[in-house]
């Protein structure tokens, strides 16, 4: 492929990106602006409070993960800051790591593992 052609390429890749980027961020700004209308800005799971300018880490969850699925009365949607958001997003692929390995290992406490915790032995006892 020459490299006219490759830059016809990517120039149509990163408008097609551009675009699709554009349409996701119109299609949020809808339901988002209806459920901070509905629902006092508070997040679901840490009840921290949202005002002013902080409202912008308060993000909008899609209960059942199907972010077509809109009702007007917001019972697919719950305000979630975005930590509490980016944690529901990943506990499932947590799980599915844990299920994975379960019959491997004992399964531990998230909070409780320390990936560093031998390493002062191992630096006694050099191999």
């Not at 901070?36 to 800005?41: I, R």
Request: glycine share 4%.
């Amino acid at each position: 492929m020459s490299s006219e052609n490759k830059k016809l390429t990517d120039t149509k890749r990163d408008q097609i990106v551009s675009d699709m980027r554009r349409e996701e961020q119109q299609r949020q700004s809808g339901y988002r602006e209806q459920a901070l209308k509905l629902f006092p800005h508070v997040c679901g799971r840490c009840s921290r409070e949202f005002e002013g300018q902080k409202i912008r880490e308060l993000t909008v969850h899609h209960i059942d993960h199907n972010h077509d699925n809109n009702p007007p009365n917001g019972s697919n949607w719950e305000l979630l800051c975005l930590y509490c958001h980016d944690h529901e997003h990943t506990r499932g692929v947590q799980e599915d790591r844990e299920d994975d390995n379960s019959s491997d290992k004992l399964k531990q406490d998230d909070l409780s593992h320390s990936p560093f915790a031998a390493l002062a032995e191992r630096f006694k006892h050099p191999k």
